[in-house]
């Protein structure tokens, strides 16, 4: 048998370790092990020859190897304690990792932001919002809308965009017009890492990512064609742009542009006057009043436009020329739709804000996740008709 002692004197007495291997028959030759573990005891110096030497006292023997038991059975127990808090702990993280079927709102991993003007039930901007929340959601993200009157001033718009600096989003949807306020303040949006998506009005000098909204060339291209097939023997046309269109960066030449190309490939259209229509439908009825009283030769006037639109329609109902001045239109505001089934509007050039909602929320998360999206977006045009032919 083997002995390794070692001990430390601490006042009259020693605290010793013992390490034992190979007890073998010359002590008790029942038991038999490799090593026995550490046994710490403290032994008085002047007695230390009787203790803990199995061979010379055998005594103690017994009593060591009890001690033992005890040692190994405690520390099993230990054992398989820790291995079933483990193991129990081990399940709930697991479960915790499942991913849930529905993502709620806390859990998302996205945080968009849209900066639009508040839209009245059913128009084009309350469902381009509706058709934006729907698809955050469904791609696992946060929308997050900061609406302004559409009467606010370009200072109110940048103080929302200064106010998504601090929210850092992961990207920001806009709909503001090019001023040098707004320019501004999504430039830092831009420097923070923020990307900006600009929404049916673009931004080129901010530095923007991306332009979802329609080409203003091909409203132009497709008004004049809405005329053409109304009008195939020709019309005499006023082109009435709204403000929003008119003070673009392309401003209403563009419109104007893309309308003169597709009239000259039509027998007899022309574009007798163009109009800017300033804000409120009170325009809208004085550009009528105008065309009716001094401008008699103008078979058709085209509003670009939703509110402008309807407020020209209800101004030819109150004049009771409705068949004397055709309307078209512009977007599918549940009103205008009223209007093209009663025969007042003739036809409308409608936006899709369900397309351009999704379109807006797939580039801002292609950014989001590290990826690139193309720097231009067309959602596309139709024209919609009284007989429910679009084009």
């Not at 007798?272 to 105008?290: D, F, K, L």
Request: aromatic residues 4%; hydrophobic residues 45%; proline residues 5%.
């Amino acid at each position: 048998m083997e002995r390794r002692r070692n001990c430390v004197s601490i006042g009259d007495g020693e605290v010793c370790s013992f390490r034992y291997r190979g007890l073998g028959p010359r002590c008790t030759p029942e038991v038999v092990s490799q090593e026995i573990l550490i046994i710490i005891i403290i032994t008085n110096r002047r007695d230390e020859s009787k203790h803990f030497d199995g061979c010379r006292d055998p005594g103690y023997a017994e009593p060591v190897r009890g001690f033992l038991k005890i040692i190994i059975i405690v520390s099993g127990l230990a054992f398989a304690a820790t291995l079933i808090i483990s193991t129990a702990t081990a399940i709930r993280l697991g479960a915790a990792m499942v991913t849930p079927a529905t993502k709620s709102a806390p859990d998302a991993l996205f945080h968009l932001l849209a900066i639009v003007p508040a839209g009245d039930h059913g128009r084009y901007f309350d469902r381009l919002v509706a058709s934006m929340e729907r698809a955050a959601k469904k791609d696992g993200a946060v929308l997050q809308t900061l609406s302004y009157a559409s009467g606010d001033g370009p200072e109110a718009i940048a103080r929302l965009l200064l106010l998504a600096t601090e929210l850092e989003p992961d990207g920001v949807i806009v709909n503001a017009p090019p001023e040098a306020r707004i320019i501004d303040a999504v430039r830092g949006l831009e420097r923070r890492g923020v990307p900006v998506l600009a929404l049916e009005s673009d931004l080129p000098a901010s530095g923007r990512a991306v332009f979802i909204g329609t080409n203003p060339y091909s409203i132009g291209v497709i008004a004049a064609g809405a005329v053409a097939d109304s009008f195939p023997q020709g019309a005499r046309v006023a082109l009435v742009l709204s403000r929003d269109y008119a003070e673009g960066v392309s401003g209403g030449a563009t419109i104007v542009a893309g309308f003169m190309h597709r009239a000259r490939a039509s027998t007899g259209l022309e574009l007798a006057m163009t109009r800017t229509s300033q804000e409120g439908p009170s325009a809208s009825e004085e550009i009528v009043r105008e065309i009716l009283s001094e401008h008699t030769d103008i078979d058709v006037a085209v509003f670009i436009g939703a509110r402008d639109s309807e407020g020209a329609a209800r101004a030819i109902i109150e004049y009771d020329k409705v068949g004397r001045l055709a309307i078209i239109g512009f977007d599918d505001d549940p009103a205008l739709l009223e209007l093209i089934q009663m025969g007042v509007v003739t036809a409308s050039i409608a936006r899709s804000p369900d397309r351009s909602g999704e379109e807006a929320i797939k580039a801002a998360m292609t950014m989001a996740r590290g990826g690139r999206a193309s720097a231009y977006i067309d959602p596309g045009l139709r024209v919609i008709r009284r007989d429910g032919g679009t084009r």
